[in-house]
């Protein structure tokens, strides 16, 4: 994978290692995530989601890159991936400002 991309590759890592069919909901896996991560891994995983985010890739092909590694009913949260992940961000700018 081109270094430009490695980021992608760590976000479908995060997403998929985080988000996956044995949780029980997509905030408790986030909060136990962001409990266990050190800041610094906190701040290595922000950045590649903003990476991501702001990345030539369509809205398109991001939703289903997230659709594709995090196992999460976006219906049922009543957001779509993007602006889900969007949310993940900010949540873990408040965990690393915490601890």
């Given at each position: ?22 949780i ?73 400002n915490?601890?």
């Amino acid at each position: 994978m081109d270094e430009p991309y490695d980021y992608l590759e760590e976000l479908e890592d995060f997403l998929g290692g985080t988000f996956h069919q044995d949780i029980s909901s997509p905030d408790k896996a986030l909060d136990e995530f962001i409990n266990e991560a050190s800041i610094e891994c906190l701040l290595s995983t922000i950045e590649n989601c903003e990476k991501f985010l702001n990345s030539n890739l369509t809205k398109q092909e991001k939703e289903i890159i997230i659709q594709n590694n995090a196992e999460v009913y976006f219906s049922a949260i009543e957001l779509n991936p993007l602006q889900w992940l969007n949310n993940l961000v900010v949540k873990m700018k408040e965990g690393v400002n915490i601890k």
